[in-house]
Each structure stands twice: as C-alpha cells, then as structure tokens.
C-alpha cells in the first residue's frame, strides 16, 4: 500500500520521558502508525552533541526504545530504529552540511538555547549543526510528515529549504516534509514556571513530569502545580497560563473537552482540578512504567526489535542516499 511516509527522532539524553514529550510528540507517533508508513527513532548521534557517559548513554538508548514500545508504538506496525544503527544517517548528513549557509544554520534558535546552556564557546561544533543532521533523518526516508512539537517548527521549515534546494539543483530526489504539529499540546508547559516549556535541560525539576517517576512524586508534583490567585478554572493561555496547561494535560489524557472541564469544575477550586488530574496521569503512568519495565527485563527481545527495525530502516535508507550520490557524482 502506498500510505505517506511518518517518520520522527527522539533523544535518549533524558533516561525518562518527560509528559512533554508524550503529549506533544510521542502520542502523535502512536496515532500515525494506523495512517502512515511510520519510522522512528532514538537519536543517539544527537545525543553526543553534548559529552556523555558512554556507559549512560547506552542505558538510556535501550530505555528509550522500552518506553516508546510502552507507549504504543507496534513494531509490526511501525519501524522502531536506533539512529547509529543506519550509517546512511552521518553520511547524508554530511552532504546536507555542505548544502546549508552558515548563516542559515546559525539562525537556528534551538542551538542558541541549548548552547547557552554551556557557554557559547564550550558548545561543540556537532551541537551547531544537529538540526542539519536531523534534516538528513527525515529527508533519507521521503517522510512526509514530521510528528514534533513547537520548538521543533524552525528545523522541519530548513529541511523543507535544503530539500527544496537539493532537488533544484541536483534534480527531483526528496519528497519535502510538513511538520506535524498538534496545535493544543505543541507546547506544554513547566508546572513551576508556566510561560516556559516543559524541558528536562531548561525547565524547573519540580516542574517536569518524568514519565517513569514514582506515582507519589508526580502527585506532589502536581498538587504543588503553580497557578493564579484567581479562585476560577478557566482555559486562558494569558491569564491563567498555569491552570490552562493543567486543563490542556487533563483534556489530552482523557479525552474531555477544554469546555465540558470548564463545566465539570464550575465552582470548584484548584485543589480539586489538582487532585483529579494527579490521579489521571498516576492512572496514565503507573501501567506506562510496568511496561518499559516489562520491555527493559527482556533484553533478548528488545534486541531483536531494534535490530529489525534498523535492516527495515536501511534499506530504505540506502536506496535514498544512493539515490543522492550519484546525483552529486559521488
Ligand atoms: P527535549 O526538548 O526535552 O530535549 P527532545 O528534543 O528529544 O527533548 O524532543 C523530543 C520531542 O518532544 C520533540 O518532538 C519535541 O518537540 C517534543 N517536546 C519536547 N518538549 C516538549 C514540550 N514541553 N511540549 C511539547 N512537546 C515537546
Ligand atoms: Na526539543
């Protein structure tokens, strides 16, 4: 069948998923197996952008794989694939780099966040030009769409450019992505500091719902949840931006519109929004984290998931590039 092509990446920096991931990214990864022809993967090669334990990362590799396999994702229906796994990754990389302008990539936002991080002179080269190797991810595997939340907008419009740019000079060779993007999770926010998103590098830790954590730290997480001195729950990303990501992560969860919420809790106060919602994503998580488990005891198993996922993987992968090549003269 020819159904069009999904295909998105995911770092294993983090160990556990954070609920940002999950709603604005991870979720859309389950849903488009039934509609496309979905590959994704764990980014390991971004994830040595910055220095790493190699004896962390590859734990965390493999904890990545058994939580987005707890999520939902079906081998047999999705091809599930560890980034380093697939050479043709680096090597299309490398011709996308010598495609974009310098100041192209340096007006890339993300690198600008996360270098701050470290001082703009510690950062490594590598971390400059990871949204280009990310355009090489997508573009190896003719995707059509890209499943991402918002901070990943910028990066799918430069591969759209070199895409575009590719395919002019050198002849028609890449299908030219659009970005998934899910309007009302794109962006969930930091339970601390509301204005800012969700982030296991940037955001407040007490802010972050790390999807493996124990049921009795989210709850506190969420009970302690910042908000307004209003006493109303009321969806309004402006005024009340703590309570609007409350209602957003209580809605996705379960289903229940922003307004039927705003109904249910009429006259209700934020203790009692709170409660609930901690006992929604407890309920959400607490199965979530028996299944990684599940997936993580049996590494035999898991093995053989990642290492069919990467021959499916390459041999797409390998047409495109060589494709490529020889359009370069390579
Ligand atoms: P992080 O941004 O935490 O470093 P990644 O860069 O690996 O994590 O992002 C994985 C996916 O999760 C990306 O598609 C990204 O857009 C999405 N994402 C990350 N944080 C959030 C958030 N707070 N809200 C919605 N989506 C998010
Ligand atoms: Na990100």
Redesign the pocket.
């Known amino acids: 069948a020819n159904r069009p092509r999904a295909l ?1 990446g ?2 294993p ?2 160990g556990s998923f ?1 609920l ?2 999950y ?4 979720r859309q990864y389950v849903a488009l197996q039934e509609t496309h022809d979905s590959f994704y993967m764990v ?1 390991d090669l971004h994830a040595i952008t910055v220095p790493q334990d190699p004896k962390d990362l590859r734990a965390n590799t493999r904890l990545s794989a058994a939580q987005l396999l707890a999520a939902g994702l079906d081998p047999e229906r999705c091809t599930l694939f560890v980034q380093s796994h697939v050479p043709e990754h680096a090597q299309l990389g490398w011709v996308m780099n010598c495609l974009t302008g310098f100041g192209e990539a340096s007006r890339m936002t993300q690198f600008k966040d996360k270098s701050a991080k470290q001082g703009a002179n510690n950062a490594t080269v590598g971390l400059f030009t990871y949204p280009i190797l990310q355009v090489a991810d997508i573009l190896l595997y003719q995707a059509d769409a890209v ?6 907008r910028q990066h799918i419009e430069l591969t759209r450019d070199l895409a575009e740019r590719f395919n002019q000079r050198y002849g028609q060779t890449f299908t030219i992505p659009a970005p998934h993007i899910v309007k009302e ?5 930091d339970l601390q500091d509301p204005m800012a ?5 940037a955001g407040t830790p007490k802010g972050l719902i790390n999807l493996l954590d124990e049921p009795k730290v989210t709850e506190k997480k969420i009970k302690s949840a910042v908000t307004d001195t209003e006493a109303e729950i009321r969806f309004d990303t402006e005024k009340k931006p703590g309570v609007s990501n409350l209602l957003t992560i209580y809605s996705t969860l379960t289903g229940e519109t922003i307004a039927a919420l705003e109904e249910k809790y009429e006259g209700k106060g934020y203790g009692a929004l709170k409660t609930d919602l901690a006992g929604i994503v407890v309920d959400f998580v607490t199965p979530f984290r028996q299944r990684t488990h599940e997936y993580l005891d049996d590494p035999e198993t898991l093995d053989s998931i990642l290492a069919k996922g990467a021959e499916k993987a390459r041999a797409v992968a390998a047409e495109t590039l060589a494709q490529a090549y020889d359009r370069l003269g390579l």
């Open positions: 998105s995911i770092q920096t983090s954070h940002g991931n709603l604005g990214a991870i980014v499943p991402v939340g918002e901070d990943q999770v794109a962006k969930i926010y998103k969700m982030s296991k590098s």
